[in-house]
Each structure stands twice: as C-alpha cells, then as structure tokens.
C-alpha cells in the first residue's frame, strides 16, 4: 500500500484517495519572468515521477500544475524589457515547456494561468470578505486577516507569537496586523493597463496566494488528494492557501501535502545572491537531459540534492552502466513481470514514500543480473521499471556514444576503422599496437568494450 510523507502531519500516512481509485493532485508550478532553473527542474521532475507511480499504480489521476503569469517580478521585467507582460509570459512559458520536454516531463493534465482565473479569485475574496476574514485596508488593498483563523501555522508547524516575534514588515497603517496577506493589490498608477482588472474593491490585481486556492477549486474541488510543491513553498504560501480555502469553504483543503527537498550547489543553497544559479539550460549544454533526470530521481524527493560536477559526472557514469546492461542484452520486449522479485522491491520502494534512491538500486542490481547472465528477461525488467520513472526509454548505443557522434559521420567512420584496424593488430598478436590504439581512443574520450557481438564503443 502506498504511504505518503504528509507535511501537515510530519508523518508518513497510508494514502487513501477521497474517491476510490481516483486521484487529484495540484502542483505548485513556475512564475514565468526568466528562464526555469534546477529548482524547477526538480519540482518538475519529482511530480512528474509521482504522477508517472500513480498511474502506474492503477489510480485514475488528474494533475493540475499551475503558471503565475502575473507577478511583481513579472511586471517588472516586462518594463525593463520594453515589452508587453504577455509577450513576456508567452515567451518564458513556450521556454519552461521546451526544458520539461527535454528532462521527460510529461505535460500536466491541467496547465492554468493566474490571468484565466481572476474571476474566481474576486469570488473567492468576496466569499472572505463576507465571513469577515477578509477586510479592505486603508490603501485599498484587500487582505486577509490571519488572526481570525483558528488553524493558522498548522503546515508550517509555526504558532502565531512565533510568527509574530519574527515579523519584520511595518504594518504603516495598511495592514491591520503585519500578519495579514494581501488578497487583492490596488491599482499602482505607474503599472500597465494590461495588469488592472475591474473588482468591487475598484481597479487592480490579484495577490499570489489567492491564485492557487481559486485554480485548484475550480479544477479539482473544494477537496482534493494531494498539493504539491517545493519545501520554499510551505510556509507562507501553502500555509495562506489552507487559510484562504478552508477559511472560504469551511472544510478540509487538502489530504496530503507534499514538499521536495531543496537544491544546493556544492553544499550551499542555490542563490543569484550568492552567484551559484544555474538555469536548466545552463546545465544541459554540459548534460545529456537523462542524465539530469537520473541525477534527480536517484536522491529521495524529501532530501537535500547537492549540484556539483562530480555529481552529475558520477549520475552519467551509473547512467552509462544501465545502458550498457541493455546494449549487451536485447531485451525481451515483454510487459514487466510484478511477480518477479525485482518488480516486487521494486515497488514496495515506490510505495514507501515514492523511495526512488531505492528503486534505482534495484535498477543496478537487475543490471547486475543481466550482464552476468546474459538473460533478456532481466534486461526486459530493467527497461521496463526504468520507464516507469521515465528513464532508459533510449537506443542504448545511441546513448552511449553520446549522441554527439552520427551514424555515418567523419568522427564515427574513424572511430569504425581504427576499431578495426585494432582488431588487425590484435590478429597479428601486435598487442601493443592494439593497446595503443584503445588508448588514444581513451585520451579523446571514446572507451571500447569487446563484447560477444564485436567491439563496441561509448563516450567514456
């Protein structure tokens, strides 16, 4: 049985959908002002693993990943750019799509954007307002009154003192107690006429929070399965989302709340202040995209996972291992056997907490199994359960000449020959010609391989 890690309980629970066999997920997804970088990457990467389980699972699900196209930031770059805000957003959400491809990220069933949904933002404020958690401030923007919500920091794990003692914005006579959020933003003169909307609270936009609550109603109800988003998200966000809905609704919001774990690069957090910010795409003019994705999924969603280049090497080295244990083996093509023992480990690592560093492990062990023994049942197995996290989808030798060298091409015909041309030496007993040539070939990256069916080489 599946068991889920819930952040609103800290404990790991037997998930139990709301509606037998079904299941609706909401996700936390980007605010479309610049290029996605490895945060996202992982939050990407990490529901869409999740998503790719349940379905796997036998559970009819419905995955609702959000875009916030209308922001502070967002506002800002656009004049900075001298462009419209949807120009800008277009731009950016067609470049978040292109890196998602890339990593196989399949596309979420629902894709809203904040700007389709400022009608049932305002319907939801007013619902706030009208049971008196909402107040219209004095500078006109409306904000939600957090001290007259009895569960607030029920996700966070933060009382209200404590939030209070670490309060470091001034109320300045707006804001009733510098708790508040804002719900609506009033009408900023120097803001673009394309980011000011119509409300009964006069001219302007919606807040962040607000956005989330109202998309994820509409898509999946007052009450759903699982939210879903980066561990920077939980508090204050995901915490005024369980406030906004269940202060508007006055029922449970969300069963199970899930947070990945953040991204550091060489054990410090990934910042632009501290310069260490790397764009996805930064990233893949170095990296082949599985070997990201694998990078990813081989760490637990829940723990810290440390960019470095010896680690994305290291990714590409045990990437590189299972490939090659489906280059040596054709396998099978057969659907993957649950019965078999691998499966069975296989899923019960799923189960526990989507326990992906543990079902990669059994990846290794099968890759074991089939070099050792030659067997296609077992490479089968192996390409079966690594499709299940959306990996080893690829030719093999494809791979493992890296995809830098094509078929036919001047590289690959010298690569062919000098193969040969070692074979020749090899039959003539010149080992040391033969040695010389795998070195050289070493020196310029290529590793060969003598196999049963001839020498092979990869992008060492």
């Not at 992982?42 to 875009?67: E, P, Q």
């Not at 192996?382 to 493992?400: C, E, N, Q, S, T």
């Not at 590793?447 to 992008?459: H, I, K, N, S, V």
């Amino acid at each position: 049985m599946l068991q889920i890690h819930n952040t609103l309980t800290r404990k790991k629970e037997i998930f139990v959908p709301i509606e037998p066999g079904k299941v609706r997920m909401y996700v936390c997804g980007m605010t479309v002002y610049d290029l996605c970088h490895l945060g996202h990457a992982r939050v990407m990467v990490v529901f869409d693993m999740v998503a790719r389980w349940l379905r796997s699972s036998g559970l009819d699900l419905v995955y609702v990943r959000n875009i916030t196209d209308i922001d502070d930031k967002i506002i800002r770059r656009a004049g900075e750019n001298g462009e419209s805000i949807r120009l800008l957003t277009d731009r950016f959400i067609a470049a978040m799509h292109e890196d998602a491809d890339a990593l196989g990220v399949m596309r979420p069933d629902h894709e809203p954007r904040a700007t389709e949904y400022v009608g049932q933002m305002q319907s939801l404020i007013e619902r706030l307002r009208h049971k008196g958690l909402a107040y219209v401030a004095e500078n006109r923007d409306v904000c939600y009154s957090v001290r007259k919500f009895d569960g607030y920091g029920k996700l966070s794990g933060k009382s209200l003192d404590e939030l209070r003692a670490g309060e470091r914005v001034e109320i300045a006579g707006e804001k009733q107690d510098p708790l508040d959020f804002v719900l609506w933003k009033h009408a900023r003169a120097e803001e673009p006429a394309e980011v000011k909307w119509a409300s009964p609270w006069g001219e302007g936009r919606p807040g962040w929070h607000i956005e989330c609550s109202a998309m994820s109603s509409d898509l999946l109800g007052e009450h759903f399965d699982i939210h879903g988003g980066g561990q920077d998200l939980q508090f204050p966000h995901h915490e005024n989302e369980i406030a906004q809905s269940e202060g508007a609704h006055g029922h449970t919001f969300v069963n199970y709340w899930m947070h990945n774990g953040f991204v550091r690069v060489d054990d410090e957090k990934m910042s632009k202040s501290l310069g260490n910010f790397f764009t996805i795409r930064d990233v893949l003019k170095k990296y082949d995209a599985e070997v990201v994705r694998f990078f990813i999924l081989r760490a637990h969603y829940r723990s810290p996972l440390n960019y470095s280049d010896a680690h994305l090497e290291d990714a590409r080295q045990s990437l590189t291992r299972l490939y090659t244990a489906l280059r040596n083996v054709a396998p099978a093509g057969a659907p993957i056997d649950w019965e078999e023992v691998h499966a069975r480990r296989f899923r019960e690592a799923m189960d526990d907490d989507f326990n992906t560093a543990e079902a990669v492990a059994v990846l290794f062990d099968l890759a074991n199994e089939a070099n050792r023994g030659g067997s296609a049942v077992m490479a089968a197995q192996l390409k079966g359960l690594g499709g299940v996290l959306g990996l080893l989808g690829r030719d093999p030798v494809a791979f493992l000449q890296g995809g830098t060298v094509e078929a036919g091409s001047d590289e690959a015909g010298e690569i062919e020959v000098l193969i040969e041309q070692r074979a020749e030496a090899k039959k003539a007993r010149n080992f040391a010609e033969a040695d010389r040539i795998r070195a050289d070939l070493l020196a310029r990256g290529i590793a060969l391989e003598d196999t049963p069916q001839g020498t092979l080489w990869r992008r060492a």
